[in-house]
């Protein structure tokens, strides 16, 4: 087993002339064993990055190294990496078993006594053993993904990559799959680096989470981390549903100014601004806290647009009063789902300091960002 390194890697591609930078000077240490999502929006460079790591696209430059040695030039059947990808891609004329072995069949010479234990140790793993001598079209979709997963897992690697490979499953049968799949590389403690464009699989299924966009990447740590301090506004942005509340802000003194409300900021977090006056105000929807009376300078008065009651939450659409009801000028809030509110009623909406992130406009990079309050709680009892 070993870790993977990115170091300074870039791939170019050539389209008829035009050069389009797909991944633009990424370096990431990948820990032995560490579960790692990558994500972010389609074309950011997710798949281009992995297949990189499969020797499947050649580097256009900088290194990829598995624990000591350099892969830039390793082909990709030598590399000890297994890729499972979206589309389970099984030979339907071979059985599931077949399936399994093929490519140990194939690519070394390995006994068959051998070739047969591992097959029949990875369907044990994955729940399947019943399943071996079927076909592939007598399979859910849930269980060709599992032959899929199977197929990776015989050739004992010393990297999983996978790409968007539970993509194709209906939502209750991905819930599932994340879990197992979290499970399993927990229990087989192989290095895998997991591309999705889904935020959920990436902020449960993950020890870090590489956000890309435009080919650059934006910030590598713990999901916590992502969620609670954003290098950016891209990851602010993109990490969290409901969606973080922007607001662009000018310093004033001690005072920010936005389009619909004036926000007094305190001393500990103006130092934190290095002079910077030209500013974007983030809070997340699950901070604003929604009362009936203002009580402080940091509570707005406002009026309910639209609520979407989710069960467990409200999520809560709100205009400042006096403003019109525009795509522009809404904010959300995340309400507890037992508390009632209706449209058109009075709140006022409460920004707490300690809650809010403040972006350099210019930069987008984050000035000030939440504590992360989770690694200093007590764990729960
Ligand atoms: P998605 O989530 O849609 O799969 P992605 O993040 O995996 O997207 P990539 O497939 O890595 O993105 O593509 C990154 C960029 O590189 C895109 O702009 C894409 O159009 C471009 N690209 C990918 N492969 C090639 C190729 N063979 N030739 C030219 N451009 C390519």
Redesign the pocket.
């Known amino acids: 087993m070993a870790g993977l390194t990115l170091d300074n890697v870039t791939?170019i591609?050539?389209?008829d002339g035009e050069e389009?930078v797909?991944?633009d000077d990424v370096s990431i240490d990948i820990d032995d064993g560490e579960f790692l999502v990558l994500v972010?929006?389609?074309?950011?460079?997710?798949?281009?990055?992995?297949?990189m790591i499969a020797g499947l696209?050649e580097i256009s430059e900088g290194e990829i190294r598995l624990g000591e040695t350099v892969m830039n030039d390793i082909p990709p059947t030598k590399r000890n990496v297994a890729m499972v990808f979206q589309s389970y891609a099984l030979y339907p004329h071979m059985t599931v078993r077949e399936n399994m072995a093929f490519g140990l069949e194939e690519s070394t010479d390995m006994p068959d006594d051998e070739i047969d234990m591992r097959v029949e140790e990875a369907a044990e793993l994955l729940g399947i053993p019943e399943l071996l001598e079927r076909p592939p079209s007598d399979l859910s979709g849930g269980q060709q993904q599992r032959v899929a997963l199977g197929r990776a897992i015989v050739r004992d690697p010393e990297v999983f990559l996978m790409?968007?490979p539970l993509a194709n499953l209906d939502a209750k049968l991905r819930a599932e799959m994340r879990t197992e799949l979290q499970q399993l590389q927990e229990d087989l403690g192989v290095t895998t680096v997991y591309?999705t464009?889904n935020q959920v699989e990436a902020m449960t299924m993950s020890d870090r989470v590489a956000i890309?966009n435009d080919?650059i990447l934006q910030q590598c740590a713990t999901p916590l981390e992502c969620y609670h301090q954003p290098n950016n506004l891209f990851v602010a942005g993109f990490i969290g549903e409901p969606s973080m509340n922007f607001f662009d802000a000018e310093r004033q003194g001690s005072t920010l100014v936005t389009d619909d409300f004036e926000y007094e900021l305190s001393e500990e977090t103006i130092s934190s601004l290095g002079g910077e006056t030209d500013l974007v105000f983030g809070i997340r929807p699950e901070d604003v806290t929604l009362k009936s009376a203002v009580e402080s300078n940091h509570d707005y008065r406002t009026v309910v647009d639209v609520v979407e009651p989710m069960g467990d939450e409200n999520v809560v659409h709100l205009v400042f009063e006096g403003n019109e009801v525009s795509e522009d000028d809404l904010f959300t809030a995340v309400l507890d789902g037992m508390k009632s509110v209706d449209a058109k009623q009075n709140l006022v909406a409460e920004f707490p300091e300690e809650a809010i992130h403040l972006f350099d406009r210019k930069s987008g990079e984050a000035l000030r960002n939440r504590e992360l309050e989770a690694a200093e709680s007590p764990p729960v009892r």
């Open positions: 791939k591609f050539d389209d389009i797909a991944v972010g929006p389609s074309g950011c460079g997710k798949s281009t990055t992995l297949r696209e790409d968007e591309v464009h890309l080919g």
